[in-house]
């Protein structure tokens, strides 16, 4: 059957994706590979993470002003003593974990496909060049632990504050299958993509996907496809990332209160398409409009990361996004 292709604005439809060949078509930034890992090392990584479950945990979060605590819980694996996974999770509940011998070997195929996906994809894209597209090794995963189908994850971007803008992220799933969705950030009635995703499948997602795409991973009665044989309901992913170079030695902190700013995108009026840094007491349950905006050049092989107008802040909108948001 020939690969269904739809129209990604305003249809407020929900299209399910079953075949690598429907989702690159659909989701041309995204990369699927099924039964990723060699059998046996795909079921050691699986009995590596059930022997770590006690591990992840929950995590919480400020929204508008409320403390809420996810459903699913996490972990933080990176043999980088000085690795900073994400300021406003950063804390004594969720500090780095050694990876065991199972996960750094399934790191390094990882390692591996993303490279050579990562050089395809740049021969036929146009890519900026603040984007790391060559070299790109996972110094940071962050794993998710979903011990049933009501456990879940909400619509979100990953933050940029520590794998820095156009980041790629590398997810591996293992155990139960349940479906991964996706949705352009604008408009709001754009359609949803729907991915199941199998235990074993690595799921790509390229430069651009976060600056253009929300994901989420819902706790609906169809979401779960399949139950796993060795775990049931419960579900494992891995998402394996690059900590932007410029940003390990170089951190953005707030000129009003002097917390650390995280890295943002923006969608409203005229500053559509614009990178800012948003102070990250928002975050924390306090209350302060600390705001730069963000500048990725480079002069003297240094790169400025702010700016204080607007003129000189870097935007990530290509020539087809700008007519998208309707901008100049």
């Known amino acids: 059957m020939k690969a269904r292709k739809i129209s990604q604005t305003?249809?407020?439809?929900?299209?399910?994706?079953?075949?690598?060949?429907?989702?690159?078509?659909n989701l041309p930034n995204v990369r699927v590979f099924k039964n990723f890992l060699p059998k046996e090392e795909a079921a050691s990584v699986l009995e590596a993470l059930e022997r770590q479950k006690m591990l992840f945990k929950a995590k919480q979060f400020y929204i508008a002003g409320n403390l809420c605590t996810s459903t699913q819980k996490s972990i933080f694996y990176?043999?980088?003593?000085?690795?900073?996974?994400?300021?406003?999770?950063?804390?004594?509940e969720l500090k780095a974990v050694k990876y065991p011998p199972e996960l750094l070997r399934?790191?390094?195929?990882?390692?591996?496909?993303?490279?050579?996906?990562?050089?395809?994809?740049?021969?036929?894209?146009?890519?900026?060049?603040?984007?790391?597209?060559?070299?790109?090794?996972?110094?940071?995963?962050v794993g998710n632990y979903y011990p049933n189908i009501k456990s879940h994850l909400d619509w979100h971007s990953d933050k940029l504050t520590n794998i820095g803008p156009m980041p790629t992220i590398a997810s591996l799933t293992f155990g139960s299958t349940r479906v991964f969705r996706l949705r352009r950030s604008f408009p709001s009635n754009s359609v949803i993509y729907e991915v199941p995703l199998a235990s074993n499948t690595l799921l790509v997602m390229l430069p651009s996907t976060q600056e253009l795409f929300k994901h989420a991973v819902p706790s609906l009665k169809n979401s779960l496809f399949k139950t796993d044989e060795k775990v049931g309901q419960v579900r494992y992913n891995?998402?394996?990332?690059?900590?932007?170079?410029?940003?390990?030695?170089?951190?953005?902190?707030?000129?009003?209160?002097?917390?650390?700013?995280?890295?943002?995108?923006?969608?409203?009026?005229t500053n559509v398409g614009y990178y800012s840094w948003l102070c990250m007491s928002s975050f924390k349950g306090q209350n302060c409009p600390g705001f730069k905006f963000a500048n990725f050049d480079k002069r003297d092989g240094k790169m400025a990361l702010t700016s204080k107008t607007k003129g000189n802040a870097t935007r990530w909108l290509s020539k087809s996004e700008k007519e998208l948001f309707n901008v100049q």
């Open 10 to 25: 305003g249809t407020e439809k929900t299209l399910t994706l079953y075949t690598k060949e429907e989702i690159e078509l």
């Open 78 to 92: 990176s043999n980088d003593a000085h690795a900073d996974y994400d300021p406003v999770y950063s804390s004594s």
């Open 106 to 141: 399934c790191k390094g195929h990882v390692d591996q496909k993303v490279n050579e996906v990562l050089e395809e994809y740049t021969k036929s894209n146009d890519v900026p060049e603040y984007a790391i597209t060559c070299g790109w090794t996972s110094d940071i995963c």
């Open 238 to 269: 891995l998402t394996f990332r690059m900590q932007y170079p410029e940003f390990r030695e170089n951190k953005v902190f707030c000129d009003r209160c002097q917390n650390r700013m995280i890295l943002r995108r923006l969608f409203k009026g």
